[in-house]
């Protein structure tokens, strides 16, 4: 305690904060002058891990530190209505359970998911594991506290394959009735590229999707062309930051300068990376009318 006194003249220094009744009750007991009781106010997280990393968590102060907390820190200390959230606990609860599976089956050292309303772009449920206990942050290490839906950001590979098509249906450069050639390996400088299991054939347009060729999609790239790709992309929220409502979001890493090679492989999802929650809305605007609604 004494080190805890300054030499300065102060009106009073913190001993120790958020005493339980008990230990309340048996400083009083002591009788010591002096010794005064602040009542507080305490965040408490009732969902405990299951939502830590879309709400966050605060600092004794209750100063948002993280998630929502930090996104609408000011709005909660003014405001007195209460901060709904689009978050379903049901859904997240489902969703969390299926991908704790996964990553106990693969072995895997971590895994993400979030669901999205196509109609609203509203986050229904985003799970990132390992998560924590926002009632206890300081004992969760960094990497539990790693948003990985919102700031990681990895190559997405095949689901681009998606943003392929669609881009080439935009252009006009893709039509369902056209074939592509996946008849042999694609040579590209010193590289070569070839489907996993492929069918050694050209393909039609929904065959590209089924057997998931990276032959039949690095070809519609190069018929929509460098410059158009890049545009789609951008226009599909690829290429700048989520702006979902959290602090913890990522800078996508794109190809500078986005050369023809770079268009190739984008095609199949290598060469660019993105977070989960971009992929997550580009994905909705392509089957919610084509309409592309922030997170």
């Known amino acids: 305690v004494r080190e805890r006194l300054p030499a300065e003249q102060r009106s009073f220094v913190w001993i120790r904060r958020n005493l339980t009744p008990r230990q309340q009750y048996e400083v009083n007991r002591l009788g010591v002058p002096g010794l005064f009781f602040q009542r507080e106010e305490k965040r408490v997280y009732p969902h405990g891990a299951l939502v830590s990393h879309a709400v966050g968590f605060a600092d004794v102060d209750n100063r948002?530190?993280?998630?929502?907390?930090?996104?609408?820190?000011?709005?909660?200390?003014?405001?007195?209505?209460p901060l709904k959230l689009s978050i379903d606990v049901r859904v997240q609860h489902a969703?969390?359970?299926?991908?704790?599976?996964?990553?106990?089956?693969?072995?895997?050292?971590?895994?993400?998911?979030?669901?999205?309303?196509?109609?609203?772009?509203?986050?229904v449920a985003m799970v990132s594991l390992p998560d924590f206990d926002p009632n206890a942050p300081g004992l969760a290490d960094a990497d539990s506290r790693f948003n990985r839906n919102t700031l990681g950001t990895y190559e997405m590979g095949s689901t681009f394959?998606?943003?392929?098509?669609?881009?080439?249906?935009?252009s006009g450069a893709v039509r369902m009735a056209d074939i592509w050639?996946?008849?042999?390996p694609y040579t590209a400088g010193r590289f070569t590229i070839s489907d996993f299991k492929g069918k050694n054939r050209?393909?039609?347009?929904?065959?590209?999707?089924i057997y998931s060729s990276n032959l039949g999609a690095l070809r519609m790239a190069l018929q929509v062309g460098?410059?158009?790709?890049?545009?789609?992309?951008?226009?599909?929220?690829?290429?700048?930051?989520?702006?979902?409502?959290?602090?913890?979001?990522?800078?996508?890493?794109?190809?500078?300068?986005?050369?023809?090679?770079?268009?190739?492989?984008?095609?199949?999802?290598?060469g660019i990376?993105?977070?989960?929650?971009?992929?997550?809305?580009?994905?909705?605007?392509?089957?919610?009318?084509?309409?592309?609604?922030?997170?």
């Open 181 to 184: 050639d996946a008849s042999r």
């Open 161 to 170: 394959k998606m943003f392929t098509a669609a881009m080439g249906f935009e």
């Open 64 to 81: 948002g530190l993280a998630g929502v907390e930090q996104s609408f820190d000011e709005r909660l200390r003014t405001q007195t209505e």
């Open 273 to 295: 990376t993105v977070s989960p929650m971009q992929l997550a809305a580009a994905t909705a605007a392509s089957v919610g009318g084509g309409i592309m609604r922030a997170p």
């Open 95 to 123: 969703l969390r359970e299926e991908i704790q599976r996964a990553i106990d089956d693969f072995r895997a050292i971590g895994g993400m998911g979030v669901m999205l309303d196509v109609r609203s772009g509203e986050t």
């Open 202 to 209: 050209w393909l039609t347009t929904p065959e590209v999707f």
């Open 226 to 270: 460098v410059a158009r790709q890049r545009d789609f992309l951008d226009r599909v929220g690829f290429l700048r930051p989520s702006p979902v409502e959290l602090p913890e979001v990522s800078h996508p890493i794109v190809p500078k300068p986005w050369r023809e090679i770079n268009a190739i492989t984008i095609a199949f999802g290598h």
